[in-house]
């Protein structure tokens, strides 16, 4: 029973460390993005000095997520502007990179400064004190 358990957790650890950010293209992001899933969403680019620097973080906030009791539901996926230039027009993509919360197909720009704070502000659900992109400017809108 012992080593079941060691097994177990050598699994679930190979899991955590193996884990990606979900790559969302123009093509799949129908199927990805569901009316009740919660998503972070980051917009780069290959030649972002800042979207470089910042990707090892990003790295990490999926981690910190997907081994979270509370957050392991929450996605994090990316998204490259160059290659998806469809979705960054459908998210008014302006700065490089942009972090987008998506909630019940409710989106959220994170502002810059919080950026290093992704994993609380998921966890603690402080993305509800940031106004939605709403009517025709959310992603989500019959337009």
């Known amino acids: 029973m012992l080593l079941v358990r060691v097994f177990a957790?050598?699994?679930?650890l190979a899991a955590l460390c193996f884990a990606q950010v979900t790559e969302v293209t123009d093509s799949n992001v129908g199927s990805l993005v569901g009316k009740q899933d919660e998503w972070l969403l980051e917009f780069y680019a290959d030649w972002c000095g800042y979207c470089r620097k910042f990707a090892p973080?990003?790295?990490?906030?999926q981690?910190?997520?997907a081994s979270s009791p509370t957050s392991h539901d929450v996605?994090?996926?990316k998204v490259n502007v160059?290659?998806?230039p469809g979705l960054a027009a459908r998210f008014f993509i302006q700065r490089l990179p942009t972090i987008m919360h998506i909630k019940d197909h409710e989106v959220r720009?994170?502002?810059?400064d919080r950026m290093n704070d992704l994993v609380s502000i998921v966890e603690d659900q402080s993305?509800?004190?940031?106004k939605p992109a709403s009517g025709i400017?959310?992603?989500f809108s019959i337009m």
């Open 57 to 61: 973080k990003y790295e990490a906030v």
């Open 75 to 77: 996605r994090v996926g």
């Open 109 to 112: 720009v994170i502002p810059a």
């Open 127 to 130: 993305w509800n004190e940031i």
């Open 82 to 84: 160059d290659t998806n």
């Open 63 to 65: 981690r910190v997520l």
């Open 137 to 139: 400017t959310s992603p």
């Open 9 to 12: 957790l050598l699994g679930l």
